[in-house]
T-cell receptor
Framework: GAGVSQSPSNKVTEKGKDVELRCDPI?????LYWYRQSLGQGLEFLIY????????KSGLPSDRFSAERTGGSVSTLTIQRTQQEDSAVYLC???????????????FGPGTRLTVL | GENVEQHPSTLSVQEGDSAVIKCTYS??????FPWYKQELGKRPQLIID?????GEKKDQRIAVTLNKTAKHFSLHITETQPEDSAVYFC????????????FGSGTRLSIRP
């Protein structure tokens, strides 16, 4: 079946512009995660959604970052006034949580490579 | 704050030998420890996970051990093969919690032919 998809796959923008990244999770997955991965680095947790709500936003690097999820499906990550240090691959993952918000295997999307000039 | 340390950052082993990657965590509430494998240019994929009610879990050539008292867990790969070459990430999180998931910094494993 269809996996997690993300768009765009690549985004080049100028410093100071806003960008919006999209994630389509696997159908039926109620949990959705955003991560940032800089070149050759680890996975930096940004935010987690259970349904439409985000219980913990403390992973967002600054107030220029925001995310939302509507209808319990698609999520968008918005970065305002982009800076060069925002350049990275932004990965989305979803999982089929069981009762409550129990964690399960995360399925990752292909990522969006963001380059801020 | 919460932290997961992963060692070594790079590891090179001869094909057929074993590889061990170690992680320590700081949040005593963590009770779910997944391991992800990321091949070059690809997305991370779960290879094995363990919950704190067990001390060891095996899946063919891969095993994970957990020491809750010492707050460390390890990934063991036996009879390594070229396709095991990848970056491996450990993570720690409370299983039933909405809190963030903390990943280790990754280990780049290279298998020498």
């Amino acid at each position: 079946g269809a996996g997690v998809s993300q768009s765009p796959s690549n985004k080049v923008t100028e410093k100071g512009k806003d960008v919006e990244l999209r994630c389509d999770p696997i159908s039926g997955h109620t949990a959705l995660y955003w991560y940032r991965q800089s070149l050759g680095q680890g996975l930096e947790f940004l935010i987690y959604f259970q349904g439409n709500s985000a219980p913990d936003k403390s992973g967002l690097p600054s107030d220029r970052f925001s995310a939302e999820r509507t209808g319990g499906s698609v999520s968008t990550l918005t970065i305002q006034r982009t800076q060069q240090e925002d350049s990275a691959v932004y990965l989305c993952a979803s999982s089929k949580s069981q009762a409550g918000d129990l964690r399960g295997e995360q399925f990752f999307g292909p990522g969006t490579r963001l380059t801020v000039l | 704050g919460e932290n997961v340390e992963q060692h070594p950052s790079t590891l090179s082993v001869q094909e057929g030998d074993s590889a061990v990657i170690k992680c320590t965590y700081s949040d005593s509430a963590s009770n779910y420890f997944p391991w992800y494998k990321q091949e070059l240019g690809k997305r991370p994929q779960l290879i094995i996970d363990i919950r704190s009610n067990v001390g060891e879990k095996k899946d063919q050539r891969i095993a994970v051990t957990l020491n809750k008292t010492a707050k460390h867990f390890s990934l063991h790969i036996t009879e390594t093969q070229p396709e095991d070459s990848a970056v491996y990430f450990c993570a720690a999180t409370p299983y039933s919690s909405a809190s963030k998931i903390i990943f280790g910094s990754g280990t780049r494993l290279s298998i020498r032919p």
